[in-house]
Antibody, heavy 118, light 110 residues
Framework: VQLVESGGGVVQPGRSLRLSCAAS????????MHWVRQAPGKGLEWVAS????????YYADSVKGRFTISRDNSKNTLSLQMSSLRAEDTAVFYC????????????WGQGTLVTVSS | QSALTQPASVSGSPGQSITISCTGT?????????VSWFQQHPGKAPKLMIY???NRPSGVSNRFSGSKSGNTASLSISGLQTEDEADYYC??????????FGTGTKVTVL
């Protein structure tokens, strides 16, 4: 199992950014997926999750209405579209695979850093 | 979606046992048996140590065990080793179809 995030960088407050996660080593289309973030020196925060087929999505209150999780099962890719970014969104963003049937996550990427700063 | 409450730090000497608590509510830990625990070393991605309250993934040492009573879950580490020094986070599914992490506990091996 391999998960590789990309798309992080420095972005100004109020702007948008799209993160991607390339999945390999497993049948991507049969697993739910999650985004989790960690602000510098802080704890982990669940951001969003999506069902295996993309039919259902769920968000933390802190990002609801600003972030959109999506997936392309034909390309084995998970995405996170982030808009109206704020300084408090600065964090390492991890994609993670849901552990089938157990409401947990079993594999993580190495993360991509998003810095929101003017 | 308030974070689950964990002690900020726990310490122990090599060979000793420690326990980390994780307190939630009747909408998360108290409602489901879907509590997980993750270990995170500095600069690394988290690693799943316990899922569904008591289950260990393949490859995780049996020195790690989990339990739950009411709205509180616990992670116990027996035979503490230097490599156990890390941050630990609990994680639970919630009745809002969301997930919540604990505040995190830094484990120090004295």
């Amino acid at each position: 199992v391999q998960l590789v995030e990309s798309g992080g960088g420095v972005v100004q407050p109020g702007r948008s950014l799209r993160l991607s996660c390339a999945a390999s080593g497993f049948t991507f289309s049969t697993y739910g997926m999650h985004w989790v973030r960690q602000a510098p020196g802080k704890g982990l925060e669940w951001v969003a999750s999506i069902w295996y087929d993309g039919s259902n999505t769920y968000y933390a209150d802190s990002v609801k209405g600003r972030f959109t999780i999506s997936r392309d099962n034909s390309k084995n890719t998970l995405s996170l579209q982030m808009s109206s970014l704020r300084a408090e969104d600065t964090a390492v963003f991890y994609c993670a695979r849901e552990k089938y049937g157990d409401f947990s996550v079993d594999y993580w990427g190495q993360g991509t850093l998003v810095t929101v700063s003017s | 979606q308030s974070a689950l409450t964990q002690p900020a730090s726990v310490s122990g000497s090599p060979g000793q046992s420690i326990t980390i608590s994780c307190t939630g509510t009747s909408s998360d830990i108290g409602h489901y048996n879907y509590v997980s625990w993750f270990q995170q070393h500095p600069g690394k991605a988290p690693k799943l140590m316990i899922y569904a309250v008591t289950n260990r993934p393949s490859g995780v040492s049996n020195r790690f065990s989990g339990s739950k009573s009411g709205n509180t879950a616990s992670l116990s580490i027996s035979g503490l080793q230097t490599e156990d020094e890390a941050d630990y986070y609990c994680y639970s599914y919630t009745t809002a179809s969301a997930y919540v992490f604990g505040t995190g506990t830094k484990v120090t091996v004295l």
